[in-house]
T-cell receptor, first 113, second 109 residues
Framework: IAGITQAPTSQILAAGRRMTLRCTQD?????MYWYRQDLGLGLRLIHY???????GKGEVPDGYSVSRANTDDFPLTLASAVPSQTSVYFC????????????FGPGTRLTVL | GQNIDQPTEMTATEGAIVQINCTYQ??????LFWYQQHAGEAPTFLSY??LDGLEEKGRFSSFLSRSKGYSYLLLKELQMKDSASYLC??????????WGAGTKLIIKP
């Protein structure tokens, strides 16, 4: 692994189903982030984690949950998907949670029908 | 509220120079970032400004005026591969990035 990986690359999901998007980084970065990107809007922060064992809510956390059991992994779970969660999801990481540059994974394109 | 404004789309000619503007109103300021995003790909880091002035990095330069809440990204000697969206983002007082919607740059031969 080099950098940040995300899985799956894309997914079509029925409304009401549970889904976990996976994110793994091998840069030993302390901070990790989940964003969603929708046409015509800027990236919006869903949840973040400044260090393993801690998480925080971003701008649009409703309907999503995260965990940070270790430094490398930061999964995002949709407990019961709704069509408004159709989006491209990007995971990012940075060395720390302050003004350090964030580096992005390749993204997951999720469609909820 | 917090707001980042940048033009939706710009068109320029190969070999020319283009300036992409970004204005912001945020709760606090801990730096301004520019990212490049090709269609269907992840954003990639271009530049970071925290002090007023111009930062030059090869064909790309970024300028910041904190008093005016203004930044621009200058791209010189445009190449076809520069066709992409350019995202402006400001780190607020909580060290969270507030993102503009992006400027789609179209390069014509």
């Amino acid at each position: 692994i080099a950098g940040i990986t995300q899985a799956p690359t894309s997914q079509i999901l029925a409304a009401g189903r549970r889904m976990t998007l996976r994110c793994t980084q091998d840069m030993r970065h302390n901070a990790m982030y989940w964003y969603r990107q929708d046409l015509g809007l800027g990236l919006r922060l869903i949840h973040y984690s400044n260090t393993a064992g801690t998480t925080g809510k971003g701008e649009v956390p409703d309907g999503y949950s995260v965990s940070r059991a270790n430094t490398d992994d930061f999964p995002l779970t949709l407990a019961s998907a709704v069509p408004s969660q159709t989006s491209v999801y990007f995971c990012a990481s940075s060395f720390s949670g302050d003004e350090d540059t964030q580096y992005f994974g390749p993204g997951t394109r999720l469609t909820v029908l | 509220g917090q707001n980042i404004d940048q033009p939706t789309e710009m068109t320029a000619t190969e070999g020319a120079i283009v300036q992409i503007n970004c204005t912001y109103q945020t709760s606090g300021f801990n730096g301004l970032f520019w990212y490049q995003q090709h269609a269907g790909e992840a954003p990639t880091f271009l530049s970071y400004n925290v002090l007023d002035g111009l930062e030059e990095k090869g064909r790309f330069s970024s300028f910041l005026s904190r008093s005016k809440g203004y930044s621009y990204l200058l791209l010189k000697e445009l190449q076809m591969k520069d066709s992409a969206s350019y995202l402006c983002a400001v780190m607020d007082s909580n060290y969270q990035l507030i993102w503009g919607a992006g400027t789609k740059l179209i390069i014509k031969p």
